[in-house]
Every structure is written in structure tokens, then in C-alpha cells.
């Protein structure tokens, strides 16, 4: 069963009807000890980082999380879910992440280094750059293209968390990972048959208990 993270600031109707077309089960609670009898867990998130920190924290699931991660148990990030997955951003004031990987949130520019004018928020359709093509959740996906919405974006100099990239006027991460933490930036609940085969794989994964990299 997959648990997903209910703390006010997801697209948790989209994210449950998605699995339940792919037959998956789940619970859709705030309740850490209800959450805690998943396999697997899901944090979605639309918003501000700071706001989502701060909730988080509030309702006191920030110590969940990261024990789940710790016990070696599978997580995906999705949107500012993935964000939240990292060391921090400076959305709103430089504010802390869950620090699973390493890397800041940065605020798209708005022009790009041949000083070419952009439009923020990235919105929209983008094709997907493999990284590690045979990485197993990469498993019956192709390059295809999936729905991106932020106006943040993870800047990281571990190239080996890259799973998939795509290009935005420059390398947008769009799927990371390491061990039993996964994410994407995109919306793989709103990027039609990529996005399905992806949230299928980290089922079978969680079905299967195991991490993401073995």
C-alpha cells in the first residue's frame, strides 16, 4: 500500500485518481500513524517551500519522513514535493529542506546566459533527457515529454542523483534518486502514459520493498 502525505499543499486528487486507474492501493491521510502502515510513501506539494516546511513541521511529520527514509523504506517527491527533498531553497527566505539530497532551489532567472528573455513560471510540455537510461525506474519509459509547472528550479552538482533532465533554457532536473528516495519535478500524474509508467514502477518497487538504485 502507498501512503500519501496529506499536509494541505498537493495535488491530491489527481495523485490518487492516477493510482487508482493503475490499480494500486492507498491510504490519503495527515495521520502519521496511519501512514505509517504504507509500504511506500508519496509527497506531492504545490506552493511555496517555505509554506510546505513550515506545515510539515507543524503537523509534525518532518521527523516521520525522515525516519521512513532512515528505515530504508521507498519515498517519491513530486513537484515542490521533490524540492522539499532537498537541502533547501530560497523561495520566501532561504528556508531548509529534509536534506535526502543535496542541492538548493533557485529561482529561474528569466533570461538565459545569451541573454534571451523567458518566461516564468516553466509551464508546459518538455521532453525528458535520460541520464541513466537503465535505471529501473526509467523501466518501460520512453524520451517523451511530461507536464512541468514552477518557477524554481534544483541546482546541483551531484550529477549522479540525475535520473532524467530536460531542457528549459538549461537543465532543468527532472527526475532524481538515491537508494529510496525518489523525485520529479514534473507532474507525472498529469503526463498522460510516461507519467502513469512511472508511478506503476515505483509501485512495483514498493510492492517489492525495494530501493530505488538496486
Excluded at 507543524?58 to 515542490?80: H, R, S, T
Excluded at 529561482?107 to 521532453?127: Q, T
Excluded at 514534473?186 to 514502477?201: A, C, T, V, W, Y
Aim: aromatic residues 8%.
Amino acid at each position: 500500500m502507498i501512503g500519501i502525505i496529506d499536509y494541505g499543499m498537493g495535488n491530491l486528487h489527481s495523485v490518487s485518481k492516477a493510482l487508482e486507474r493503475l490499480d494500486l492501493s492507498y491510504v490519503l491521510t495527515e495521520d502519521t500513524e496511519e501512514l505509517a502502515k504504507a509500504d511506500g510513501l508519496i509527497l506531492p506539494g504545490v506552493g511555496s517551500f517555505h509554506d510546505a516546511m513550515n506545515i510539515l513541521k507543524e503537523k509534525k511529520q518532518v521527523d516521520f519522513i525522515k525516519q521512513w527514509v532512515a528505515d530504508g523504506k521507498p519515498l517519491l517527491g513530486i513537484c515542490l514535493g521533490m524540492q522539499l527533498l532537498f537541502d533547501g531553497s530560497e523561495e520566501n527566505g532561504d528556508t531548509e529542506g529534509l536534506g535526502f539530497l543535496p542541492g538548493y532551489a533557485r529561482l529561474f532567472p528569466g533570461k538565459s546566459e545569451k541573454d534571451v528573455s523567458y518566461k516564468v513560471p516553466h509551464m508546459g510540455w518538455n521532453k525528458l533527457q535520460f541520464k541513466q537510461p537503465d535505471h529501473a525506474m526509467l523501466t518501460n519509459i520512453e524520451e517523451g515529454h511530461v507536464y512541468f509547472v514552477h518557477s524554481y528550479v534544483m541546482r546541483t552538482d551531484a550529477k549522479d542523483i540525475l535520473l532524467a533532465t530536460a531542457d528549459y533554457f538549461g537543465e532543468v532536473p527532472a527526475i532524481v534518486g538515491k537508494k529510496n528516495v525518489i523525485g520529479t519535478q514534473f507532474h507525472p500524474e498529469k503526463s498522460s502514459r510516461i507519467g502513469m509508467q512511472l508511478l506503476e514502477n515505483f509501485g512495483k518497487m514498493v510492492a517489492e520493498g525495494r530501493n530505488i538504485n538496486e
